[in-house]
């Protein structure tokens, strides 16, 4: 079992209150984390702003918050932020067309977005802090201040967390049809569809974290209800919604195996308690295989049973966890500690259903990781996809990638991308790296992984800060800009153009949708 890692919880209620601040406000959000083993500071140089082989078609900008998000159906983009969504026309990806902009509060915001059996385009939306009211007239719940083990913590008052539901149908007008309450919200789901039941599963993760934790002065209440955050939370929630019925669905909620890793809130001499949780959930359908990134422990499970996943002890799972535990003082200007995993953030899959590209979200999203070949933490590290049962030691990576263009003592770390539908046998994907802007790799021999295309653009429009980065019907797709690069810094919602080294443009395929967090078997090339 994966011994505890330290968790710095780093509260920037009154930094995000401030709407223009540039503090370090990242993912999580109010509560970032980071283990206590750290990173080196970084030693080379800035690269300075550029692009290569990707070409800036347009943007929608989005200023004032923390842009999160994005799902897609035809010509449309479900553009997700902590205070609004934006419904966009992307049929001219030159000439991008805002529709909608619905003020809405909601940490993280992330969309996913699939047809009703009437016909009803649905919308879901996360919601990981709580607050005070089901619908778009909400605002957060107000912090109290308790006492935990002689400590004082700040914890968010209970209120209304999980999943937002909305019928988009009409782009012009959405409209709210309803809340799907789950134990400490929902920080990102994952749709799985579920052609028998007809019906679709939205894999909630969520974790108690800093503020998120549900105060003792409302347990009563939350306990009643089955909703109370707190340590360890050993858990995942599923809502299961009928197609027929959206409005109709129900939660439920599911175990994680109990060697699943503990996460320490501030390690074993702090008083914040350890958890047992996931980030995020990545389904590769065309093996019936969810990839839990759990924070320091990622996990392959069974789900040829959709809404049934085998991540409690009597299933069949795989857990890969790498953690060095003590350094080699002999070896100067090395903490062999760094080899570790750090916060397991999110996962994608080569479409030949062979490698898993894991995302180590070092530094919770508010720290520098990139520099170049002398990076020691935050990669996207390459593993196997084996059946869930079959061991893989975390120490037997495929490989390793970070952007090799260093970011000085910018933020920059592995984030949100997906793999590209190539044709010819390899093995591509695009991601966001924050601060480094948007990297277009290769990844066809995991060992030796390089960058194709970048961009890390700073302009009149605003300054690279990515949080997503997609392909989608040959255009990459970017939702960046977190609030601190000054109070105009956000580039919002950008297309980009890949282009080949011999400048043509690069052109694969033509889905219906995407939600970025579900690999179908139809995407497959």
């Known amino acids: 079992m994966r011994s505890l890692l330290r968790l710095l919880v780093v509260c920037v209620a009154t930094v995000f209150a401030l709407a223009f601040a540039a503090g370090a406000v990242g993912d999580p959000g109010e509560d970032s984390h980071a283990d206590e083993i750290g990173a080196p500071p970084p030693v080379n140089a800035l690269t300075p702003p550029g692009s290569s082989n990707m070409r800036f078609l347009d943007a929608v900008d989005s200023d004032g918050t923390i842009n999160s998000d994005l799902a897609f159906y035809k010509n449309r983009a479900y553009v997700g932020a902590y205070d609004r969504f934006r419904i966009v ?10 529709l909608s902009t619905t003020n809405c509060r909601a940490n993280q915001g992330d969309l996913s977005v699939f047809k009703a059996g009437d016909g009803r385009m649905i919308m879901l939306q996360s919601i990981d802090r709580p607050v005070t009211a089901p619908d778009c007239s909400a605002v957060d719940t107000p912090l109290v201040q308790e006492s935990e083990e002689g400590e004082t913590v700040s914890r968010a008052r209970f209120g209304y967390e999980g999943l937002r539901m909305f019928d988009v149908s009409d782009p012009s007008n959405p409209k709210f049809l309803r809340f799907y309450r789950t134990a400490c919200g929902s ?16 894999y ?40 027929g019925n959206p409005e109709n669905g129900t939660v439920r909620e599911k175990a994680l195996s109990s060697d699943t890793g503990v996460y320490d809130g501030d390690g074993p001499a702090g008083h914040a308690p350890g958890f047992q949780a996931c980030h995020d959930h990545q389904a590769f359908l065309r093996r019936d295989i969810m990839v839990a990134s759990c924070a320091g422990d990622l996990q392959y499970w069974d789900i040829s049973d959709r809404g049934n996943p085998t991540s409690a002890d009597a299933g069949r799972h795989t857990h890969i966890q790498r953690e060095v535990s003590r350094d ?13 995993f750090d916060f397991m953030h999110n996962a994608t899959v080569s479409w030949d259903g062979s490698v898993v590209a894991a995302v180590d979200e070092s530094g919770g999203g508010v720290e520098p990781r990139c520099d170049g070949d002398d990076t020691r933490r935050g990669f996207t590290w390459f593993y196997p996809l084996v059946r869930p049962g079959n061991p893989v030691s975390g120490f037997s990576e495929l490989g390793r990638y970070i952007i090799p263009r260093p970011q000085s003592t910018q933020v920059c770390v592995s984030h949100n991308g ?81 282009q080949r080294a011999d400048g043509s443009r690069l052109d694969l395929a033509n889905w219906d949708y995407l939600n970025p967090q579900t690999q179908e078997a139809w995407q497959a090339p």
């Open 89 to 98: 026309d992307i049929q001219d990806p030159s000439d991008l067309k805002v």
């Open 187 to 202: 920080h990102t789901h994952t749709l799985v569809p579920d052609p028998k039941r007809k019906s679709v599963h939205a």
């Open 204 to 243: 909630i993760a969520s974790y108690p974290l800093g503020t998120n934790i549900t105060p003792q002065i409302d347990r009563a209440q939350s306990d009643a209800l089955g909703l109370t955050c707190k340590a360890p939370h050993s858990k995942i929630s599923i809502v299961d919604i009928p197609l």
């Open 328 to 340: 080699n003082p002999s070896t100067k200007n090395f903490n062999e500690r760094w080899e570790s």
């Open 418 to 498: 997906n793999v590209l539908p190539t044709t010819d046998g390899s093995r591509q994907q695009v991601q966001g790296f924050y601060q480094g802007g948007n990297t277009w790799f290769d990844f066809t021999d995991p060992s030796a992984a390089g960058e194709v295309g970048f961009a890390d653009l700073e302009d009149e429009l605003g300054a690279a800060d990515s949080w997503s980065s997609y392909w989608y019907n040959d255009v990459l797709w970017v939702n960046g800009g977190l609030n601190r690069r000054g109070a105009t810094g956000n580039r919002g919602f950008e297309a980009y153009s890949l």
